[in-house]
């Protein structure tokens, strides 16, 4: 072993390779990681962290709204881009040389230069111009927004990785998908103020979340003034002479915004990295092949994270990355688990979810129980906001386990980590029942909806 220069090299040095890295080092091993752009990766840089800062700017005009019925008079407010564009820049920045500071702390080697596969045991440094050579190599390279070369205009589109650092908030925007991203950036703009109009090919936003919830948060975004156009695709974008962007649909419409977005999915960073020269096996869509200890066809190169597009979040890249130093170095084979995983959309309301959605449930159980409660929250009393809650839970039947939770509602994100815990235990909703209620709290129905509202047996509703 001692023949190489390092134990591990890492290439990527996002959410899932800085963790592998540091896990490493802090083992003993000689770790080296090499990053490109900026350690922190997607998640940190232009990610999870920048948008969660700029939903919480965006929820601020309906907080002053909201104050009134409580008795506050707010003066009329402004907002300044630049400011929460330079105040993000800063704390993206500390995270940043904390991520780095954090591999070296271990003992690990960091470095700012793409890397390329040269051999199996060999990476080449762009940046430094040198070879180096590692025992075993982990790829993490993560994803970047799909690219659409086919659409007329597709130069003056825009991705998420630009949204965050445009010079000025524009006035109108497009944005094209209905996944995760495209949603929760038409709620950040739509809260900030600029006219909002979400175009989605598809029959109703968030595919594979529990339909109860993107229908109601269709329409409650719909309520504050984002247009929804579902069944439609942008056919071309044109520039006008005023300097705005025509957007043609397929609908026959033209939208004239400042600013077209497209969120239309993500692709694996596998491209020019030498891959094919090692004889990598890669899907179609050009992500990485791993098996179950995300080990790929060659036997000393591992792949965690995006780049392998099994499940596209940051806490799911950061346990693989855990998984792979336990069967790499511990010699502990140890598969990440997949299953059960906890998720939020931080729309506006937030959803937080677990487990199958209610037709994902009526396909492969004969006999569903749906627990569901749909309510104005406390908060919105005082504030006269015209906004419910959805909070449902999808139980089987025979075995009583709750086998999925949804939520639609402020704090949705925060329940659905806690919800985690019980349906990955496999409690049942007679756990639930004797479980004491906090009150008044909205998450307290989780544990008083005592019957059913409803019943799916062998598909059909009784
Ligand atoms: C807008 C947006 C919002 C998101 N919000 C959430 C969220 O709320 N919650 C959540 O869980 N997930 C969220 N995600 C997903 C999350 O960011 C990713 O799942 C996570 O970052 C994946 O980690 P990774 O380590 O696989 O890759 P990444 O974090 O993408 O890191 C890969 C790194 O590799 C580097 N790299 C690529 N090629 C090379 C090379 N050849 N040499 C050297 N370096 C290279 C890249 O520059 C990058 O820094 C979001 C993603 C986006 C785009």
């Known amino acids: 072993m001692a023949a190489y220069d390092y134990d591990l090299f890492v290439i990527g040095g996002g959410s899932g390779g800085v963790r592998a890295a540091r896990m490493a080092a802090a083992f003993g091993k000689r770790v080296a990681i090499a990053e490109e752009y900026r350690f922190g990766g997607t998640c940190v840089i232009r990610g999870c962290v920048p948008k ?22 707010v003066p009329e407010a402004s907002f300044d881009w630049p400011t ?21 702390g271990s003992g690990g ?71 995760y991203i495209a949603v929760e950036f038409a709620n950040i703009f739509h809260g900030l103020g600029v006219d909002t109009t979400l175009v989605y090919r598809g029959q109703e936003i968030l595919s594979r979340f529990d ?57 694996p960073n596998t491209e020019n990295m030498g891959l094919e020269g090692v004889g990598i096996e890669l899907s179609k869509t050009g992500a990485i092949v791993v098996d179950k200890y995300s080990r790929t066809n060659v036997d000393n ?16 890249a950061i346990h693989e990355a855990m998984c792979f130093v336990e069967t790499a170095f511990k010699d502990n084979p140890t598969a990440p688990d997949h299953d059960t995983i906890p998720t939020a959309v931080f729309s506006q309301p937030e959803i937080g979810t677990v487990g199958l959605s209610e037709d994902d449930a009526i396909e492969r159980y ?50 659905a980590q806690l919800l985690g815990i019980p349906l990955k235990a496999g409690l049942t909703k007679d756990d639930f029942d004797r479980t004491m209620a906090v009150h008044p709290t909205a998450a307290e129905e989780l544990v008083t909806m005592y019957k059913p509202t409803y019943r799916v047996k062998n598909g059909e509703r009784i």
């Open 366 to 415: 004969p006999d569903v129980e749906i627990y569901r409660a749909s309510f104005r929250p406390m908060r919105h009393t005082l504030s006269g906001r015209d906004e419910k809650m959805l909070i449902k839970l999808v139980v089987d039947g025979a075995s009583r386990k709750v086998i999925g939770a949804h939520i639609l509602g402020p704090n949705a994100g925060e329940m």
């Open 301 to 316: 190169i591992w792949a965690i994270g995006d780049v392998t597009h099994r499940v596209q979040l940051t806490p799911v």
């Open 211 to 267: 339909m109860d919830l993107r229908r109601s948060l269709h329409e409650t975004m719909e309520r504050k003034g984002i247009r929804i156009l579902c069944h439609a695709v942008s056919e071309s974008v044109r520039k006008t002479p005023e300097g705005k962007l025509d957007a043609q649909l397929t609908t026959g419409e033209t939208l004239t915004v400042d600013q077209v977005m497209l969120a239309i999915g993500r692709l």
């Open 84 to 104: 929460l564009v330079a105040n993000k820049d800063k704390e993206i920045a500390r995270l940043e040389a904390i991520y780095k500071k954090n591999v070296e």
């Open 52 to 73: 969660k800062l700029y939903v919480y700017a965006s929820q601020f005009p309906e907080h002053f709204a909201d104050a009134a019925g409580y008795g506050w008079t």
């Open 109 to 179: 080697e960091t470095f700012h230069s793409r890397a390329v596969l040269v051999d199996t045991h060999s990476i080449y440094l762009v940046a430094e111009d040198r070879t180096v050579s590692a025992d075993q190599i982990l790829i993490a390279t993560g994803g970047r927004p799909a690219p659409h070369p086919a659409l007329p205009g597709h130069e003056y589109c825009i991705f998420s990785n630009e949204t965050f650092d445009l010079k000025e908030l524009p006035k109108a925007i497009m944005i094209e998908g209905g996944g």
